[in-house]
């Protein structure tokens, strides 16, 4: 099995940043990507970003340029930081690790830019 721990969600104004981190343990080996996926209310969840095993990264159009993914592969960690966050990032966002043809989700931690 395999768990993820998200942290470092919060309340930020828009144009601030935030980053969140998400802890792997269990049997996590042979792990093809890692990422962040997020769901605002009335919406379905969607990719925000994603790194794959060889170290390539994913973005979703509406975040490129001011969100990061990089990983930490001697932590099994995985992070987000976002910069010139907008109200529209508003949501929970979800760790989600793949692992041949199953993926597997952290808990969610949410994330609101507010004024």
């Known amino acids: 099995q395999v768990q993820l721990v998200e942290s470092g969600g919060g309340l930020v104004q828009p144009g601030g940043s935030l980053g969140l981190s998400c802890a792997a343990s269990g049997s996590i080996v042979s792990v093809n990507a890692m990422g962040w996926y997020r769901q605002a209310p009335g919406k379905e969840r969607e990719l925000v970003a994603l790194i794959v095993s060889g170290g390539s990264t994913v973005y979703a159009d509406s975040v490129k340029g001011r969100f990061t993914i990089s990983r930490d592969n001697a932590k099994n960690t995985v992070y987000l930081q976002m910069n010139s966050l907008k109200p529209e990032d508003t949501a929970v966002y979800y760790c989600?690790?793949?692992?041949?043809?199953?993926?597997?989700w952290g808990q969610g931690t949410q994330v609101t830019v507010s004024s």
């Open positions: 989600n690790l793949l692992r041949g043809n199953r993926g597997y």
